[in-house]
């Protein structure tokens, strides 16, 4: 196994943050209408990642077996369930709730990556989760002033 991600895995990597991006920017410049619309497929596209971030520890339980610590499945329920919930709260409010959720993930993954062999995955993982972050309170910010607050 080399002891780097190959470079496709960084372009993709990369690549899904252009909704994150380009969403978050389009909240700020699109007319009001268009805007909610951004607001609600950045927040749905946030919610997918965060789900998908705890679905990997899914997959590492059962790639471990019988001793694999119980974090992994709890931690694996938890995110699709905060993501759940950012969907149902007012738009700003649910893009802040993602980029903690996006934050919450990467420190569990950090504490948790080494002991399964995934720390080199770590670098990678910081700068998207930084941008991801980034993009849900900018976002976040943008929702919040076309609410009118």
Known sequence: MS?????????????????FAGLAVAIWLAPPDYAAACTLALAAYGAAIVSFLGGIHWGLGFQMGDAAPRMHFFWGVTTPLLAWLALLLPAWAGLVLLAAALLLCQMVDRSSYPATGLARWLPLRRRLTAVAMLACLVGALGAWRQSGG
Do not use: W
């Not at 780097?4 to 990369?14: C, D, E, Q, T, V």
């Open 3 to 19: 002891s780097s991600p190959k470079p496709l895995i960084f372009l993709l990597g990369y690549a899904g943050l252009l909704p």
